[in-house]
Nanobody, 122 residues
Framework: QVQLVESGGGLVQPGGSLRLSCAAS????????MGWYRQAPGKQRELVAG???????YYSNSVKGRFTISNTNAKNTVFLQMNSLKPEDTDVYYC????????????????WGQGTQVTVSS
């Protein structure tokens, strides 16, 4: 089992920045990819960014050039640096991890965090 704990969400003005963190614990040796998804009420959860254990990154078109995903050398913490935030980035952001033959972006996801709210508003 893997446990994921997110932090760093909050309220920010348009054009501002936030940094999300996700710390993994438990069977972290089994993780082969981690990523960030987001979901608005009544909408499907969508992939924002992902990073594999080999360092390959993936970004959705809507955040490319504004968001950066990275991880620690131990690969048990993943970060999402969000710059030039827009009101449409307002969502609950979920950390995700895959193990075994699953990966990101193809999925499906094995483990989810509890989510952290990001609100972009003036």
């Amino acid at each position: 089992q893997v446990q994921l704990v997110e932090s760093g969400g909050g309220l920010v003005q348009p054009g501002g920045s936030l940094r999300l963190s996700c710390a993994a614990s438990g069977s972290i040796f089994s993780i082969n990819a981690m990523g960030w998804y987001r979901q608005a009420p009544g909408k499907q959860r969508e992939l924002v960014a992902g990073i594999t254990s080999g360092g390959t990154t993936y970004y959705s078109n809507s955040v490319k050039g504004r968001f950066t995903i990275s991880n620690t050398n131990a690969k048990n913490t993943v970060f999402l640096q969000m710059n030039s935030l827009k009101p449409e980035d307002t969502d609950v952001y979920y950390c995700a991890a895959t193990t075994g033959s699953r990966t990101i972006p193809t999925g499906p996801i094995n483990f989810w965090g509890q989510g952290t709210q990001v609100t972009v508003s003036s």
